[in-house]
Structure formats: structure tokens, C-alpha cells
């Protein structure tokens, strides 16, 4: 199998407004899917981000703080899942909860270090 990174995004003015009830949902149904794509052989990780972000930019490194006013939405967290294609990665992305709060997911193939 691939790997692949699921990265999640979500609007950075809704990101991290839940209620306590909203959040806990969220995170069970994380859960209860990262079960899921184990007993089916297709999670290899994961994480939640925190919404605080620093960029670096440009050849002299500047440094800023965020979440940023230029953008209108960021990532939240991640998954590295396993899979045949990508097109099955796609697939398996179909489950992640945060479609359900309105998140976009971006799936790209890893290459392989070495």
C-alpha cells in the first residue's frame, strides 16, 4: 500500500468556536473513525493543529504571526492513511467527520524518503 496525507481544512472563523458538547461529538467521531480505518489497514497517523500559526516567508525569513486575515481558511489537522490509490485514498477520506462541519480535505500521495 501508499501512503498518503489527508490534510483537513476548515474555516479559520469557525475553527475552534464549538460548544463543549460540539467538540466533544467532533472528537468522538474522530475516534470512532481512526477504529475504523485501523480494522480496515488504512490509518498509519494523525493529528489535530492547533489554530495559532507562525509563517515563514521570503529568502530573508520573515516571520508571522497567525492565524492570518489573508486567508479564509487553514489546516486543522491531518491523517496518513494507506492505500492502493488515489483514487481509494479519496474514497477513505469520504468517512473523515469534518465533512460533516463543512471541512475540505486535500489528499496527496507521499513519496517515499529513501
Known amino acids: 500500500m501508499k501512503e498518503y496525507l489527508l490534510l483537513i481544512r476548515e474555516n479559520l472563523n469557525e475553527y475552534g468556536k464549538m460548544t463543549p458538547e ?3 461529538a467532533d472528537v468522538l467521531g474522530h475516534m470512532n473513525w481512526v477504529k475504523e480505518l485501523i ?4 490509518f ?3 493529528n489535530p493543529l492547533m489554530p495559532e500559526r507562525k ?5 530573508e525569513g520573515l516571520i508571522t504571526d497567525g ?4 486567508v479564509k481558511e487553514g489546516v486543522s489537522g491531518y491523517y ?3 492505500a492502493e490509490s488515489l483514487e481509494q485514498a479519496a474514497e477513505i ?13 486535500e489528499i496527496t500521495e507521499v513519496i517515499p524518503a529513501g
Open 80 to 82: 496518513f492513511l494507506l
Open 67 to 70: 492565524p492570518f486575515a489573508d
Open 44 to 46: 498509519k497517523g494523525g
Open 39 to 42: 480494522a480496515k489497514g488504512h
Open 93 to 105: 477520506a469520504r468517512g473523515c467527520p469534518s465533512l460533516k462541519a463543512g471541512a475540505t480535505l
Open 22 to 24: 460540539e467538540m466533544e
Open 55 to 59: 509563517r515563514v516567508s521570503t529568502s
